[in-house]
C-alpha cells in the first residue's frame, strides 16, 4: 500500500518539476532577450542609405548589416571577424561604410586603398591585410599589400591611390555616418537596429533571427 501511493506521487511531482524547469527556462528566455534589445537603438529609415551603394541597390529583402569601420581600429577587426563567422550560419548581406576621420592620414589612405583594390575585384583579402596591419598603418606598404592580395594591375593601384580617385565615396561614407549620427567605430546597424562598440555574438544572432 506504501509502495503503490509512493509510486502515486512520484509521477505527480516529477510532472511539476518538469513544468517548473519550463518556467524557468521561459523566463530566462524572455529577460535574456529584453537584455539584448536593450543594448541597441532603432533606427527607422536604414534602407534609405543604401540607395548610395549602387551594388546594393537592388536588395530590398532579407537581413542585411551596414558595418561602419576603419582600418586603425582593432575592435573593428574583432568584429568583421565575427560577421565573417556568422556568414556560415546565416543568410544576410554586408555593406562597409569607411568612417573616416579627417585628421587621420592613415585612416583615410588605408580606405582609399581599399577602394581602390574593390575596383580591381580584390575586397575581402585586401581587407583583412589592413586588418592584420592595423597597428603599422603608418609604415604599411600599400602597393606591396596589394600585390599580395592578389591584385593583377599594380600600376593601376598605385595611380588610383596616389591621385586619391576613391575620395568621394570616403565623402559619401562619411556623409552618411553623420547623418545617422555614427561618432564612433565599429557600429553595425542590423535590420535597422543599431549597436556601437564591440558586440558579442549572442547579440548579432538575436538581431538577425529576429528579421
Not at 543594448?39 to 558595418?67: A, C, M, R
Amino acid at each position: 500500500m506504501i509502495k503503490l501511493l509512493s509510486h502515486n506521487l512520484t509521477l505527480p511531482i516529477l510532472l511539476v518539476i518538469a513544468i517548473s524547469v519550463i518556467i524557468i527556462a521561459i523566463k530566462k528566455n524572455r529577460t535574456s532577450k529584453k537584455a539584448l534589445s536593450s543594448q541597441v537603438s532603432v533606427i527607422e529609415d536604414w534602407k534609405d542609405v543604401l540607395v548610395e551603394k549602387p551594388e546594393y541597390e537592388n536588395i530590398k529583402t532579407g537581413n542585411h548589416i551596414l558595418f561602419f569601420h576603419n582600418y586603425q581600429c582593432p575592435f573593428c577587426k574583432s568584429v568583421n571577424s565575427k560577421i565573417e563567422k556568422l556568414k556560415e550560419e546565416y543568410d544576410f548581406n554586408v555593406s562597409y561604410y569607411n568612417r573616416v576621420f579627417a585628421n587621420d592620414e592613415n585612416i583615410i589612405k588605408s580606405s582609399l586603398a581599399v577602394e581602390c583594390a574593390k575596383e580591381q575585384n580584390i575586397f575581402q583579402d585586401y581587407k583583412n591585410l589592413l586588418y592584420d596591419n592595423f597597428a603599422n598603418l603608418g609604415e604599411t606598404d600599400f602597393t606591396k599589400l596589394a600585390y599580395q592580395s592578389g591584385i593583377q594591375d599594380t600600376s593601376k593601384f598605385r595611380i588610383c591611390l596616389e591621385n586619391q580617385e576613391k575620395l568621394p565615396i570616403l565623402h559619401r561614407d562619411t556623409r552618411i555616418a553623420d547623418s545617422l549620427g555614427i561618432t564612433e567605430v565599429p557600429t553595425l546597424i542590423i535590420n535597422g537596429k543599431m549597436i556601437t562598440g564591440v558586440a558579442n555574438s549572442e547579440l548579432l544572432e538575436y538581431l538577425l533571427s529576429i528579421n
